[in-house]
Structure formats: C-alpha cells, structure tokens
C-alpha cells in the first residue's frame, strides 16, 4: 500500500514563507514525477509545480519565481517552498506523485490527503 504524507500547511501572512513536504513510503518499485496541486474553494485543483525524477522542473506561470520545487529521491520526498505568499494562495495542497509498484505494473497516479495553506491579508 502506498501513501503519501504531507507536511508543513498553516497560516502566514501575506508575503510570507512556507515550504512544503511529502514522503511517499510503501512497496513500490519507481517514484517517477512528483508534483503539488491546489485547490481552493469553488475552484478546480490546479497544478502548482512538478519534478521529474531526473530534476527536470515544471512551474504554474503564476508561482515562477517565488516557488521551488525539489526532491530526494533516496528518500522519496518533494518539497516545494513558498515565498512572497499572496491571499488568493489560499488552498488545501495535495502532493501527488506517479508511481510504478512493479516492472509489470503501469505508472498510477497518487495523491496525499491534502495540507491547508492560509495567507491573510
């Protein structure tokens, strides 16, 4: 069984930092991308930022310049830090990550159970 754990939501204020952590653990054989959504009230779940297990990096026009996104792949972890945080960043976070659990098993989609982020105002 495969899950993936989340970490590091809360409240902060405009401008403000957060960052970000998700572990995947179970039996699996790959980790392949590793990305975070969002989604706020009302609204579809977008992609915030997503790494390729090679590094290659993948951004939402509007967080560029203010988020990175990294990962470990010895330990099956993707960050994504958070600057210069603006109220309408208000979300439940989920990280997701594309995994294959054996060689004759196809790439399937994981999500976390999503961590809050608040940005006042």
């Known amino acids: 069984q495969v899950q993936l754990v989340e970490s590091g939501g809360g409240l902060v204020q405009a401008g403000g930092s957060l960052r970000l952590s998700c572990t995947a653990s179970g039996i699996f054989l790959t980790v392949n991308t590793m990305g975070w959504y969002r989604q706020a009230p009302g609204k579809q779940r977008e992609l915030v930022a997503s790494?390729?297990?090679?590094?290659?990096?993948d951004y939402a026009d509007s967080v560029k310049g203010r988020f990175t996104i990294t990962r470990d792949n010895a330990k099956n972890m993707v960050n994504l830090q958070m600057n210069s945080l603006k109220p309408e960043e208000t979300a439940v976070y989920y990280c997701?990550?594309?995994?294959?659990?054996?060689?004759?098993?196809?790439?399937?989609?994981?999500w976390g159970q999503g961590t809050q982020v608040t940005v006042s105002s």
């Open positions: 997701n990550a594309k995994i294959k659990l054996g060689s004759r098993w196809v790439e399937t989609n994981y």
């Open positions: 790494i390729a297990s090679d590094g290659r990096t």
